[in-house]
């Protein structure tokens, strides 16, 4: 059957490792998702058809048997009732029944078989979409959390960036002081140098007048010159 070819890898998909391989998982229990519940719409009417086939095949069967049960009773009321001919008539109608009997057991066995591969299918498919709506919020959750987490990890790397950068302008900062320092410092060398003795001439210089007067009055008194 053609379904059961299209639908076998379902029997052996294996959630975690389609999982392994997802770059981002959410998405891709999304899609799965989705992809599921389509296949399985199919299946199940596949299955319900398949599993219609082994309840005719059955029912078949059971009425071919029913019919050898019968003719096979008659057969015998007919050797009882003394009539052979009659009994070789439903015997020959009992193994025509027989013989149809051993195709319909065939038809019956291969129905059968295949209503439970397609059951088989039909239920693993329907537990992997229950298992994956379980698993779906709190993987989202998790995916959510790893993105907003790489979010950090770039504002850290960041904020790392800007700190070597604020240390560098400190440094630039440290330097331009420096140059300052050096350069007022050199402004202070290239200036007139201070003469100690210029310095202190204005401070004794009013001393020195008055000596000088005190003398010349002293010289006058002297000379009589005082009026």
Do not use: C, W
């Amino acid at each position: 059957m053609s379904i059961l070819s299209r639908f076998a890898d379902i029997l052996s998909a294996n959630i975690n490792s389609l999982l392994d391989k997802a770059e981002d998982p959410s998405k891709m229990i999304n899609q799965y998702l989705i992809d599921a519940r389509k296949d399985l719409a199919e299946v199940k009417e596949e299955t319900a058809s398949v599993m219609a086939d082994e309840v005719k095949a059955k029912r078949v069967l059971d009425a071919n048997r029913a019919e050898i049960e019968k003719y096979t009773a008659l057969a015998k009321k007919a050797l009882e009732a003394g009539n052979e001919g009659d009994a070789r008539t439903f015997i020959a109608k009992k193994q025509s029944l027989e013989n149809a009997g051993a195709g319909l057991e065939v038809a019956y066995a291969t129905a059968h078989e295949n209503a439970l591969k397609m059951r088989q299918l039909h239920d693993k498919l329907v537990s992997d979409i229950s298992q994956l709506e379980a698993k779906k919020s709190s993987i989202e959750a998790k995916v959510s959390i790893a993105k907003t987490q790489e979010k950090l990890n770039k504002f850290t790397n960041t904020g790392d960036k800007f700190n070597e950068t604020m240390a560098a302008f400190e440094r630039m900062e440290d330097k331009a002081d420096k140059m300052l320092d050096v350069a007022n410092a050199k402004s202070e060398l290239d200036a007139q140098p201070i003469d100690d003795a210029k310095a202190l001439e204005e401070k004794y210089k009013a001393g020195e007048t008055a000596s000088v007067e005190d003398e010349l009055a002293e010289l006058k008194k002297a000379m009589g010159l005082e009026g």
